[in-house]
């Protein structure tokens, strides 16, 4: 709080401030900037509280309290008037509850001035303003939408905190960790799974004479797999592709061998994971 004044305020009525209503206010807007004085106070509340008549419609306009926001009403077409950055002080809450209590509101004229100083108002991205008293006329969505830009922005370029960064931090950490036990425990359970399967193999590989120089390998597995077989004997080896694509029936026909030879059956899957089976001895399975 100010000092009072050491001396009457002088109201130099022919200076040329007080040629409107306007002019009034903002000579004692400057003096309650300057010093404490309660007949300024007192007159400022009087002017504010002055009867206004929409800029739209030119219904009178109903002062009304939201919080510890003044506004004006038009109960005619809905729209707002706020004396000099009144809005500002409503929250994004306040606004949405404003605009179900206000509803639509309509503008009946194309030609809007200010109800404090009949100054034309221009119209921004939210607002009607005007230049003079700073005051704004608007509808309840108008309202909503700066206030909903104000705090996306307010969100956006506002730097995390300590607590916030520590908590991302620890985030972070946990979704590594059971991200990676996850993909370890799937890679051991697809392991397991093709390993088993090959295991199986073993006793499930049949064989059988085509003709007098043929033979036929097939099996089947539970899951489609990519298949190859690898021939061995005493002087040479060889492979040859069962399915290249990956499939459950696996089925190769092959001339049948001069000498002992042994066969043995890898499996990859669609993961890249590979597994063969032990040596088989083609006799025996015959």
Known sequence: ???????????????????????????????????????????????????MNCPSCKHELTPSQLGSTVYWACNAC???????KENDFLS???????????????????????????????????????????????????????????????IASRPLTLNQIRSVVVLGAILTFFGANYVILNTLNRKTTIQSQA???????????????????????????VSVVHFRTKTRQWSVYINKEPHMDHFLVFDKPDEQTTAQVTL?????????????NINEIR
């Open 92 to 154: 994004l809450d306040e606004t949405e509850m404003l605009e179900k209590k206000i509803g639509k509101g309509i503008f009946q004229s194309k030609t809007i001035s200010c109800p404090r100083d009949d100054l034309p108002l221009y119209k921004d991205s939210y607002y009607y303003r005007c230049s003079s008293c700073g005051g704004v006329f608007t509808e309840c969505s108008g309202l909503v939408k700066e206030k909903t830009s104000r705090a996306k922005h307010y």
């Open 78 to 84: 809905h729209l707002l008037w706020f004396d000099n």
């Open 199 to 225: 295991a199986e193999l073993v006793t499930n590989i049949h064989i059988r004479n085509v003709n007098n120089s043929q033979l036929a390998l097939f099996f089947t597995t539970d899951r489609p797999y």
């Open 1 to 51: 709080m100010g000092m009072w004044p050491s001396r009457p305020i002088n109201l130099n009525y022919d200076s040329g401030l007080f040629h409107s209503r306007t002019g009034y206010y903002n000579y004692f807007q400057k003096k309650c900037n300057d010093i404490y004085n309660p007949s300024v106070a007192f007159f400022l509340k009087i002017y504010r509280m002055s009867p």
């Open 268 to 280: 990859n899957d669609a993961n890249g994971t590979q597994v063969s089976t032990k040596d088989l």
